[in-house]
C-alpha cells in the first residue's frame, strides 16, 4: 500500500538519476576510480519512485540492490555514463522532466586503453600515466536545447563551498546544484548528507545533517516546484 503522505507531485514524469561513480579503465584489469557509493543518487531514484515518477536510473559500479520501480542501466566508464545518460533524457516518450546527476563522473581518464594486462620490467621505473579530459555530461546537458527540462548537478568541495558552488552552478548551466562539504569521514559511504541546494534563481537551501533520503526528498521538492504544467 502505498504512504498518503507521500505526495505523487511526480506522477505522469520521467526522471532521469544518475548514481556511484565511473571507472576508467587503464588495462584488462585495472581502472582509476572514486569513492563515491551510488548511496545518494539510488535514494534519489527510490524516493521519486515513491512520488509517482518514470524513473531512470544511470548506475556506474555500485553494489547496491535495483530500486523497486526503476529501470536500471549499469555503466561503467564517463563516456558510458555520457551515452546512457543522453539517452535516457532524450528517450522514446520524448525528452525527460528532470535529470539529476548524482554520479561521481572521472573528469579525466587513462590516454590509452592496453589490451594485455601492464607488466613490471625488472630494474626500469614504472611509465607514467598520462590523462585525457573525459566529456563534462552535466554541462552538454545544460548547453543543449533541453525545453522545460529541469537540469540537477551535484557537487563536493572542499573549501570555499558556496562560492565554488554558485560558479560552478553558472558554469554548468543546471537549475539546481547540491553542494556537498567532502573530506575524510565526510559523505563517501555514509548514509547521511549534509549539503546546501543553490538555485539558477540565486536561492538557497540548507538541508541539515540526516539522512540522503530526506535530503533526496528536498530535491524533488525544488524540483517539482520548477516543473512546467504536464501537458493534457
Ligand atoms: N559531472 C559530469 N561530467 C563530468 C564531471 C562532472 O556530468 N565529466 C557532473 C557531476 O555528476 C556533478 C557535477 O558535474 O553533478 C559537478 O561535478 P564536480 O566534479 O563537482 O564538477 P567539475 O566541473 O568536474 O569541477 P571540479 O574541477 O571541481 O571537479
Ligand atoms: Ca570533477
Redesign the pocket.
Known amino acids: 500500500a502505498r504512504d498518503a503522505a507521500v505526495p505523487l507531485d511526480l506522477a505522469g514524469r520521467h526522471v532521469v538519476v544518475?548514481a556511484g561513480g565511473?571507472r576508467e579503465p587503464l588495462d584488462p584489469v585495472r581502472f582509476l576510480g572514486n569513492r563515491s557509493s551510488g548511496l545518494q543518487g539510488y535514494a534519489l531514484a527510490r524516493t521519486a519512485v515513491a512520488r509517482g515518477a518514470r524513473v531512470t536510473l544511470v548506475a556506474a559500479n555500485v553494489a547496491l540492490p535495483d530500486p523497486a520501480g526503476a529501470r536500471v542501466v549499469r555503466v561503467g566508464s564517463?563516456e558510458e555514463?555520457?551515452e546512457a545518460?543522453l539517452e535516457a533524457v532524450q528517450g522514446a516518450g520524448g525528452e525527460a522532466d528532470a535529470v539529476?546527476?548524482?554520479?561521481?563522473?572521472?573528469?579525466f581518464r587513462p590516454a590509452g586503453y592496453r589490451d594485455s594486462k601492464i607488466k613490471k620490467t625488472p630494474g626500469a621505473e614504472p611509465e607514467p600515466i598520462r590523462l585525457v579530459?573525459?566529456?563534462?555530461?552535466?554541462?552538454?546537458?545544460g548547453a543543449r536545447p533541453h525545453g522545460d527540462q529541469v537540469i540537477?548537478?551535484?557537487?563536493?568541495?572542499t573549501d570555499d563551498v558556496l562560492a565554488?558552488g554558485r560558479a560552478?552552478l553558472a558554469?554548468?548551466g543546471?537549475d539546481l546544484?547540491?553542494v556537498n562539504q567532502v573530506g575524510e569521514d565526510l559523505a563517501f559511504g555514509r548514509p547521511d548528507n549534509a549539503a546546501v541546494v543553490l538555485a539558477a534563481d540565486g536561492t538557497s537551501t540548507e538541508v541539515p545533517r540526516g539522512p540522503k533520503e530526506a535530503l533526496a526528498e528536498i530535491v524533488w521538492d525544488l524540483v517539482a516546484a520548477r516543473l512546467k504544467p504536464a501537458p493534457g
Do not use: H, Q, Y
Not at 579530459?133 to 546537458?141: F, T
Open positions: 544518475s565511473t564517463a555514463m555520457r545518460v539529476v546527476m548524482a554520479a561521481a563522473v572521472a573528469d579530459k573525459n566529456p563534462d555530461i552535466l554541462a552538454e546537458l540537477v548537478g551535484f557537487a563536493a568541495e565554488n560552478k558554469r554548468k543546471c546544484l547540491v
